[in-house]
């Protein structure tokens, strides 16, 4: 356990982090793209994950790619990335391992395609792997994968034959049981769960009768999906409490009372991506408002609050 | 991108020093934003919150930038309910913006008639751009033509500046391009007095047309507008074999080159990609993004 001076650093399937944030895929490129902004430091993160990688490189999805909803945004990217040997061999490089720990987001459109990419990854700096088995922007794979549990959890095991390094299984909110995905995961060597990624959705364009999205449909992040996110969460966490298992909480964090909704339902970390896409520099001011609630609540550790959740009778 | 890239861009709560209003529901904004007017170049644009109940930003093109007063200026029509707040702001209101961002144009002055082409919300960088040229590049003398389909926002006045060439009668211009001397045409489609009656490009062949082969070797274009109005420069470019720089538009969400959300396919040595128009663009080599 932490030192009682250090309440927001914890431990993460044996990774340290700094604090529990956690800068979420997609939305901070190969992991540099953020600190063109001024007063703006990886080091004041406790993880970032790097872009979903495929193994060949994708152009992604034809414009537009992203547009505002009420309350937040939708977004069908296609997994746009250089593919996983140059991830490895240009970007990886460039970062600076001594700021924070990064983490990198493999995506496939068959079960070879993870196991390759993982074990491409594995053979990296790299300090953890996030499965992405929810993407829904791609037509293959992605989302394939994580609505059905036994899909899921083939998924998992292939990449558990590929690395050593912690594997983190990122959910997707679109299925019918997500507490019984997360078991079978967890039953193929899942060490921790991401949960949500987006929900799926749809904008049009009412002059023109089209999708606003060139890929027509796409995911919903920010906070319009909070409680969605919030609930999942809850869910999962009930599969994972008895076995150690952490949680990226995440889907529409802003505020440091988003955060520790998140805490409280059952996640050792928060996952941020909408948001710094208002707020670039918001995390200073979360992880500040994290230290502030744990000293006005005579907690010494954030990690006291996790799942502290008490269900109404 | 490597770690050269840190710290370039600004987060800065702006000021609301003057908000005017012209016909067709568009604005003039000026910002006093010290940071983001010091470093400024034309091409550049802001990431800018428009109202607190609505956190996503829109970009918006820099129309000039006062570094000596701390001001910037940018021209936006209300097209929702970003841009409907936003034109509520007033004086001393505050308003968070990114800034500033992208890849400016490359305006060497080696060629010595930069002809800068603008189409509705794609002026204000010409205006910028012009600017630039006449305080660095001296012996450089610029054309600009714009063109709007909606009234200009801005008082239309007759040229005094003679460009030799041009139809009779197209004499409407800038005041804020006559006060600087340079030369400024406007065009439309829906008849205002003393514009000429078409396309941007369909004025900008007509002055090409007189020149003669040593002087359209001097020529330059600049261009921003509507896409479709950017095919046509490309491709009057192309023709003419000048070389030509757009820019682009496109939705974005971050702005910084984290989201992917901006791209488009460009065509480079090593076959197509998508580049981000936010921080490989704005502004592209016209060939690279509309293959003639
Ligand atoms: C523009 C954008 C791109 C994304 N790309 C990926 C991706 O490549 N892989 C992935 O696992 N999740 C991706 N996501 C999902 C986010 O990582 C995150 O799970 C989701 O947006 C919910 O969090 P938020 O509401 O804080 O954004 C993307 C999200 C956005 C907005
Ligand atoms: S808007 Fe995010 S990369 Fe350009």
New binding site residues.
Partial sequence: MAARNTPLVLDFCGMKLSNPLVL????VGFGEEYTRIKGFSNKDVGAI?L??TTLNARLGNNPH??TETNM??L?A?G?Q?PGAVTVVKDYLPLLDFSETRFIA?V?GSTIDEYEEVTRIFDDSPIDAI?I?I??PNVKEGGVQFGNFPEMSAKVVEACRRATNKPLIT?LSPNQTDIAENARCCIEAGSDAF?V???VTGMSIDIKKRIPVLGNNLG?L???A??PI?LLKVHQVYQACKDKNIPIIG????TTVDDALEFIIAGATAI?????L?YEPLLCKDLADGLTTFLKENNLSHVSELTGTLRLNE | MSQTSRNTINLEDAKVVEHKCYSDQQYVLRLYAPLTAKEAMPGNFIHLQCDHSIPMRRPMSIMRAEPDKGFIDILYKVHGEGTELLSKKCQGDRLNLLGPIGVPFKSTGYRKLPLLLGGGVGIPPMVFLAEHIKNNHKNCKPLLIAGSEISFPFQVTPSKIMVDGLPDGVIASMPLMEDWGIPSRLTSKQGYTGCYDGFVTDLAKIWLDTLDPERLQQVEIFSCGPTIMLEAVAKLAHKYHLPCQVSLEEYM??AVGG???CTVMVNTESGQAMKRVCVDGPVFEAGTVFPQ
């Avoid at chain 1, 979420?24 to 939305?27: A, N, Q, R, W, Y």
């Avoid at chain 1, 995440?250 to 964090?253: L, R």
């Fill in positions: 979420l895929s997609g939305c994950c872009k979903g790619r992203v937040g945004m977004n990217i997994l990335n987001n995506s996030e992405n929810s993407c990122k991401a949500i990624n987006t995911g992040s920010g906070p999906i909070k996110a995440q889907g529409g964090i996952g941020i991506g909408t948001a896409f | 969400a971050c989201c992917a959300g």
